[in-house]
């Protein structure tokens, strides 16, 4: 299979932070993708550190987003729209790592696409799901504008980088057989292997799988 060509322009440098945050959503999107820290931090991450942020899905263009402006025109800040999912792909594994402001967030599937990836990630600690991913070998915890910045030089720093396999960590304990297995799991104990026994039966009797069971 041919590989894809990159779809970063060439003067973004190799060393992006992504964060993806859609305007087409209006206030529910930028809410749910807290836009509020978001902002505000970004401005920190280029300003104290020097480092490049690409914004999939929002043009940064609008009067609301005008003290951006110098950011975008530096080169420093780097917005596109929303790419086709394989492109998009592309996008993560390209980037330093993947952060997630995100609290208001069931549990962003992005976050399991950058691990698969082997991208490291930035999460906010206070994210309703998807905390679980966050271990010494995927990424750091970060929890608003106030804290990006050291949350970032810790994962820069020698003792968190020689531990970080964000894809090896993914696939030791994630992945359609494991996840059945841990559903089979909670199902034994909150249901009982009798009762599973009894679901597996009625599952195959013929009248079940033809839709008339019961009748």
Not at 71 to 94: I, K, M, N, Q, T
Not at 111 to 135: E, F, M
Not at 194 to 210: F, G, H, I, Q, T
Request: glycine share 6%; charged share 20%.
């Amino acid at each position: 299979m041919t590989p894809l060509p990159s779809p970063l322009p060439a003067n973004i440098p190799r060393s992006t932070f992504l964060y993806t945050c859609s305007n087409h959503g209006g206030p529910w999107n930028d809410y749910n993708r807290n836009w509020t820290v978001a902002k505000p931090s970004i401005k920190r991450l280029i300003d104290e550190l020097d480092l490049t942020i690409l914004v999939v899905g929002r043009s940064l263009t609008g009067p609301d987003d005008a003290d951006l402006r110098l950011y975008l025109d530096s080169g420093r800040l780097v917005s596109r729209p929303f790419a086709p999912w394989g492109r998009f792909l592309h996008l993560v594994e390209e980037s330093r790592a993947l952060w997630t402001p995100n609290v208001a967030d069931g549990s962003p599937r992005v976050l399991t696409q950058a691990l698969c990836k082997d991208v490291p990630i930035i999460v906010n600690q206070h994210i309703a799901g998807g905390w679980k991913y966050v271990t010494d070998q995927s990424g750091v915890f970060f929890s608003d504008e106030s804290d990006i910045v050291p949350a970032v030089r810790r994962l820069f720093s020698d003792d968190v980088q020689k531990l970080l396999a964000p894809r090896q960590y993914y696939v030791d304990n994630y992945g359609p057989v494991k996840a059945g297995l841990h559903v089979q799991a909670f199902l034994e104990l909150t249901v009982g292997e009798e009762r599973l026994a009894r679901a597996r039966a009625l599952v195959s009797d013929p009248y079940y799988e033809r839709g008339v069971f019961g009748r």
